[in-house]
């Protein structure tokens, strides 16, 4: 199975900062890399598609990025609505497999 | 619009099966890939497989032969069995879609399973 390492596993940010979000896959995934958003409470939300492609609906201070196998999910500028569960998924190899979450917080 | 909704008892003892059903409204499920996805208590989430729009089926082998999807297309639903659950089976479980294009674009709302006797 690949495995996609997420860190980090929790961070507390201001309002207006920039954060980032990282996965690192075991094993050569190309851009089928999808970033998820999940509220309490709620069902995950795609965010970003094919690592870089924002979902619909989604707010344009988010973004996705590779680098070689590194893949990044970055807030340009933290908004209270954006606390929440994110999650990256790999689906370029059968088991789909998930990082382990970033819990993002207000500090 | 696509909705999800999954459906099913929310205890289940040790050894037994858990039973779920997600019924779509506004898409045929005859139409694209339509998985379930489960979160464990701690934020870990596990791809547990899924059925396409001929009936084929994929499986996390993690599962091994305990898992089964299935379908009934004149009710546009598609169910999950899980057989010998234990309690690391507790968690929260989702249905959701997936196209070519569109991974995961709509989900269930979820359903909380707990395992214990």
């Known amino acids: 199975d690949i495995q996609m390492t997420q860190s980090p596993s929790s961070m507390s940010a201001s309002l207006g900062d920039r954060v980032t979000i990282t996965c690192q896959a075991s094993?050569?995934?190309?851009?089928?890399l999808i970033w998820f958003q999940q509220k309490p409470g709620k069902s995950p939300r795609p965010m970003i598609y094919y690592a870089t492609n924002l979902a619909n609906g989604v707010p344009s201070r988010f973004s996705g990025s590779r680098s070689g196998s590194d893949y990044s999910l970055t807030i340009s500028s933290l908004e209270s609505e954006d606390m929440a569960d994110y999650h990256c998924l790999q689906y370029k190899q059968y088991p789909y497999t998930f990082g382990a979450g970033t819990k993002l917080e207000l500090k | 619009e696509v909705q999800l909704q999954e459906s099913g008892p929310g205890l289940v003892k040790p050894s037994q099966s858990l039973s779920l059903t997600c019924s779509v409204t506004?898409?045929?499920?005859?139409?694209?890939?339509w998985g379930w996805i489960r979160k464990f208590p701690g934020n870990k989430m596990e791809w547990m497989g899924y059925i396409s729009y001929s009936g084929s089926t994929s499986y996390n082998p993690s599962l091994k032969s305990r898992i089964s999807i299935t379908r009934d297309t004149s009710k546009n639903q598609f169910f999950l069995q899980l057989n010998s659950v234990t309690t690391e089976d507790t968690a929260t479980y989702y249905c959701a879609r997936t196209t070519v294009a569109t991974y995961f674009d709509y989900w269930g709302q979820g359903v909380m399973v707990t395992v214990s006797s």
């Open positions: 094993q050569d995934i190309g851009n089928n």
């Open positions: 506004g898409y045929s499920i005859t139409s694209n890939y």
